[in-house]
């Protein structure tokens, strides 16, 4: 199965200051590049467990008996590290977004390039696809969707418009959903529209913005003492989630402070907000929007 170069390889693996002996987990484990990248740091004795619901990914398994590849939604990794007899771990890394993969299989239905039906499922087996979401979707939930995931101010317009379009007819593919759409698609601006309207979608269909709520949130509970989180974000909502849990180990508002004005938050960061070089968005189209951040348990 191709997959492409993972994004900040060298800058996300630094970031968990791997121990030879530690255990690690690739949350979103894709074609395999940040776990090899991994295994190759780690000694005989270190264990690297990898999550991914994407059932095209099983077939990038590493023979390796330190690894241990699960089919799950990372928003289970607390519970599936115990099932495997994990409490702690060293570090934890996670590359955010959609794989370079899934946006070049047309029939995934993830990106703006390609005819396809509207499916943008990263697992498979879900009920959820985008195009429960456009057929179904009430106006006022719709709107909801493009406002709150996609940034759109034309929400409330583009909701009303499916909305009566579906009444003649369903939306059954991308190209019949750009054409409902192409009044809202200005042709100097059109790539960078749709790819929010896409963007909006498919967060709702993977519940993204949840899923990557209860993940932070166990996240402290499974780091050990001085252990490390290495994440790459590509959206702002993504970002912002992440930064406000780094920082006040809260996604709103700040944290109580005791009676002499100090908090405690779980983790701090480490260095400053990493992207990519110029070299490498040129190699990787895919590195343009990522910003990694690391973190590490207090």
């Not at 095209?56 to 990794?77: G, K, P, S, T, W």
């Not at 003492?225 to 780094?246: A, N, P, Q």
């Not at 709103?252 to 907000?273: A, I, Q, T, W």
Request: charged share 30%; aromatic share 10%; proline share 3%.
């Amino acid at each position: 199965m191709e997959y492409h170069n993972p994004v900040l390889l060298k800058e996300t693996v630094d970031g968990l200051n791997i121990k030879e002996d530690g255990i690690y987990v690739d949350v979103t484990f894709g074609g395999g590049g940040h776990s090899k990248e991994i295994l190759r740091r780690l000694g005989e004795k270190g264990r690297l467990f990898a999550f991914d619901q994407d059932q095209d990914a099983l077939e990038n398994a590493l023979d390796d008996d330190r690894f241990v590849l699960i089919h799950e939604n990372f928003r289970y990794i607390k519970r599936f590290l115990r099932f495997h007899g994990v409490r702690s771990v060293d570090g934890v890394l996670a590359d955010f977004g959609v794989s370079s993969h899934q946006f070049d299989v047309a029939e995934r239905g993830f990106s703006t390039r390609f005819e396809a039906d509207l499916d943008m499922r990263m697992n498979q087996e879900n009920e959820l696809s985008a195009f429960n979401v456009v057929n179904e979707y009430d106006e006022a939930r719709l709107k909801q969707v493009f406002l709150q995931y996609g940034e759109l101010r034309a929400a409330p317009a583009m909701a009303r418009l499916i909305v009566d379009y579906r009444e003649s007819q369903k939306i059954v593919t991308s190209t019949q959903l750009k054409e409902v759409l192409k009044k809202f698609l200005p042709p100097r601006h059109e790539n960078k529209v749709l790819a929010q309207i896409y963007q909006a979608i498919r967060i709702e269909v993977n519940q993204e913005i949840e899923v990557l709520k209860e993940f932070l949130q166990q996240t402290p509970e499974i780091l050990k003492s001085d252990g490390r989180l290495s994440f790459i974000s590509y959206h702002s909502l993504e970002d912002r989630l992440v930064k406000r849990f780094i920082r006040n180990g809260l996604f709103e508002g700040e944290p109580e402070r005791d009676m002499f004005g100090n908090f405690e938050v779980p983790l701090k960061k480490v260095g400053g907000l990493i992207v990519p070089t110029k070299e490498e968005i040129k190699i990787n189209s895919r590195a343009r929007s990522a910003k990694l951040r690391i973190a590490e348990k207090v």
